[in-house]
C-alpha cells in the first residue's frame, strides 16, 4: 500500500504522508475500514471530510505512519488476494482544478431542508458532489457571458436559463 512518495495519500488533498509522519484519523469507525481507511495529512484536511460525513461527535486522533522498513514487512505479509483489487467507477473521475481541491459548494442542510420541505423525501450525502459540478458549470457559462460584455461582474441576466 505504500506510495513511491510517501505511506499513503492524504484523504482530503492527496499529498503524501510521508513514512514515520504523524497524520490524522477520524475516531468513526465508518472513516477507518480497513476498505476505505481515511487518513489525513493535517488538522484542516481532517476538517474537510465532515461536512458530508454527518458524525454527531467526532474528533481527529494523532497517529504516526510506519517507518519505511515495517510497512514493507507488513505488505510482504498480506495475502496475494487481498493485494487484488477491482475499481468500478460509474464516471470518469473529476480532474481537480489548478486552484485545488473541488470542494462542496452546496450547504447541506440548506438543500435537505429543501428537499424535505418540498417533498418529504430524505437527501443522500452523495449528491453533494454531482450539484456542486452543475453550479460549476453554471457559473463557468455565466462567466463567459460576462466577459463576452466586457464586464468583470456576473449578472443575473448572466446565468443560463435565467
Given at each position: ?36 481507511a481515511l487518513v489525513f495529512c493535517s488538522l484542516p484536511c481532517w476538517e ?73 423525501f430524505n437527501t443522500s450525502d452523495r449528491v453533494l458532489d454531482p450539484l ?31
Amino acid at each position: 500500500m505504500a506510495e513511491e512518495n510517501g505511506w499513503r495519500l492524504c484523504s482530503a488533498c492527496k499529498k503524501p504522508i510521508e513514512f514515520g509522519a504523524i497524520y490524522w484519523i477520524c475516531n468513526v469507525s465508518t472513516c477507518n475500514r480497513k476498505s476505505a481507511a481515511l487518513v489525513f495529512c493535517s488538522l484542516p484536511c481532517w476538517e474537510v471530510h465532515l461536512p458530508t460525513a454527518r458524525h454527531r461527535e467526532a474528533w481527529a486522533e494523532e497517529r504516526r505512519a510506519p517507518r519505511r522498513s515495517a510497512a514493507a514487512q507488513a505488505a510482504a505479509k498480506e495475502p496475494a488476494e487481498s493485494k487484488r483489487r477491482t475499481v468500478v467507477r460509474s464516471a470518469p473521475p473529476r480532474q481537480p482544478e489548478a486552484g485545488g481541491p473541488q470542494e462542496i459548494l452546496i450547504v447541506a442542510s440548506r438543500l435537505k431542508e429543501y428537499v424535505h420541505k418540498r417533498s418529504g423525501f430524505n437527501t443522500s450525502d452523495r449528491v453533494l458532489d454531482p450539484l456542486s459540478d452543475i453550479v460549476r458549470r453554471v457559473c463557468d457559462e455565466a462567466i463567459r457571458n460576462a466577459a463576452k460584455e466586457g464586464r468583470k461582474t456576473i449578472l443575473d441576466r448572466d446565468i443560463p436559463g435565467h
